[in-house]
């Protein structure tokens, strides 16, 4: 193969490279029903303002008609009287209400649960380009369940050989939360690339339900369950019956959206980490992802492969399972 060819595409392969680990390609690409949701979930706050609104006005309303009585006998006592009267139920309405929101959501959340997965544990991936397999990068995941529920994630995606002479890119993401019933549970969902902040990171507010994106400072609603882009792959293990398959709310750093899984059934594949029998899920919407989770291996993510708009197709395949 001329020099002169390889170089080209080798360029050519950069370009790409950078597009896919940069942080515009996400795991489930967009879809059109979220708004949908939103609508939903942004309706009961506003039926719930008014109530208190009206609630506290007719208080105010019967301490006036009061006023007049006690005149009489004194005003500067009566007047003394009825200021104490509305300020007094609203100092003890406002830290009663308050309280209550917290203790009710916070009920559920602090289930300790026992990690399907060691208590830590690594996974490095190849990743190629195209039908012929062409090797553009590669990926590692770590992650790491405490005694006390909680968990750390952190995962580094670079280029490597040939694309990493024409573009050089690193991206790595973090996502730390707590293990409960229902699964991974992040707060926090961190992101660099290059070694600086790439902006595009998630703070979960799980008492409120809501999600604060830091790239335009948005708060959006928070469906139960939701995941970032990384907890994700190791959440599906947690799903009851992903044979059936699932819907979930998925944090990337840009958006909140949320996607329909489908099952494709059973597979057996080979990989350079090993033979597995795996479950074929994938997420469909302008883009096309597919994961394939390795059932007698605690579920853990062994291939994913994303095929952009163009058709172009990237797959992120196990190279070795094991301890950091």
Known sequence: MPLAFVLALAASLGIHAAALFGTDIELFGGASD???????????????????????????????????????????????DVADTPVAPATETLPETAPETPETTAVPVPEPVKPLLPAKGTIRFMITMGAQGFQI????????????????LSGMTETSGLVALFKSVRFENESRGKLVAGGLQPEQYLTRKNGKDANENADFDWPNAAVRLSRDGNVRPLAPGAQD?????????????????????????????????????????????????????????????????????????????????????YEQVATEIGTP
Not at 45 to 50: H, L, R, T, Y
Not at 53 to 70: C, I
Not at 137 to 152: I, K, N, P, Q
């Open 34 to 80: 979220e708004p949908v949701v939103l609508r939903a979930e942004l309706q009961p706050p506003p039926a719930v303002a008014p109530k208190p609104a009206a609630e506290s006005k007719p208080v105010v309303k019967p301490v006036a008609k009061h006023r007049p009585k006690p005149a009489r006998p004194g005003p500067l006592t009566s007047s003394k």
């Open 137 to 152: 990068g590669r990926a590692e995941h770590t992650w790491e369940f405490t005694e006390d529920g909680h968990y750390h």
């Open 229 to 313: 882009i990384l907890s994700l792959n190791y959440h599906l293990a947690y799903i009851k019956q992903p044979e059936a398959g699932a819907t979930l709310g998925v944090v990337t750093g840009k958006k909140y959206d949320r996607y329909a899984l489908d099952s494709l059934g059973e597979e057996e594949i080979d990989t350079p980490a090993g033979h597995f029998r795996t479950l074929h899920l994938r997420a469909m919407t302008d883009t096309v992802t597919e994961i394939w989770i390795a059932l007698d291996r605690h579920r853990l993510p062994v291939k994913i492969r994303f095929t952009d708009k163009k058709g172009d197709i």
